[in-house]
């Protein structure tokens, strides 16, 4: 099983700034099958990046991804306030697919 | 539009059983991969089971196999959990997604709770 463990666990930013959030692998991901979602209280997740780096139609290009192999990053290049939510990432390059414990951005 | 919409959550005893439902359209049920991951209060997410587009690959999370058991019904455009000797831990918003992974599409969820 791949763990993923993501850093940091909140991250306290104001609107208008750049949030980096980092997501390690406890062994290389096949194919880079790594997403990023977003989560607000009481919602369903929702994507944000799929193939580490590729964004759905929608999603607004402050998102970005990068990263291969074992380590990856989802960045904000400048926080809205409807941002300060809950991320996860997960791998689906192998089974079981597995979530990151997440990191909150809160202001 | 696509739509998801889990239902067949409620309140049941340890060791009891309960079987979720999603209903899906708006695609073509039957050329996806389909998943059920769960949350439970307070907690992050965590992938439960995912099944095939034909039904004959099916994996689970290691704290659930022999206990619950993932099905389709392509005719009718459903997903099932079916989900027996349930323990307290279990306890969890169950939702359903399209996709095998890089989910974009995803139920509103549906609430199980195991509690005497």
């Known amino acids: 099983e791949i763990v993923l463990t993501q850093s940091p666990g909140t991250l306290s930013l104001s609107p208008g700034e750049r949030a980096t959030l980092s997501c390690r692998a406890s062994?290389?991901?096949?194919?880079?099958?790594l997403a990023w979602y977003q989560q607000n209280p009481g919602q369903a997740p929702r994507l944000l990046i799929y193939g580490a780096s590729s964004r759905p139609t929608g999603i607004p290009d402050r998102f970005s991804g990068s990263g291969s192999g074992t380590d990856f990053t989802l960045t904000i290049s400048r926080l809205e306030p409807e941002d300060f939510a809950v991320y996860y990432c997960?791998?689906?390059?192998?089974?079981?697919?597995?979530f990151g414990q997440g990191t909150k951005v809160e202001i | 539009e696509v739509q998801l919409v889990e239902s067949g959550g409620g309140l049941v005893q340890p060791g009891g059983s309960l079987r979720l439902s999603c209903a899906a359209s708006g695609f073509t049920f039957s050329n996806y991969w389909m998943t059920w991951v769960r949350q439970a209060p307070g907690e992050g997410l965590e992938w439960v089971a995912n099944i095939k587009e034909d039904g004959n690959e099916k994996y689970y999370l290691d704290s659930v196999k022999g206990r619950f058991t993932i099905s389709r019904d392509n005719a009718k455009n459903s997903l099932y959990l079916q989900m027996n000797s349930l323990r307290a831990e279990d306890t969890a918003v169950y939702y359903c997604?399209?996709?095998?992974?890089?989910?974009?599409?995803w139920g509103q969820g549906a609430l199980v709770t195991v509690s005497s």
């Open positions: 997960q791998q689906y390059g192998s089974s079981p697919r597995t």
């Open positions: 062994q290389s991901v096949r194919n880079n099958y």
């Open positions: 997604a399209r996709g095998e992974g890089g989910n974009a599409y």
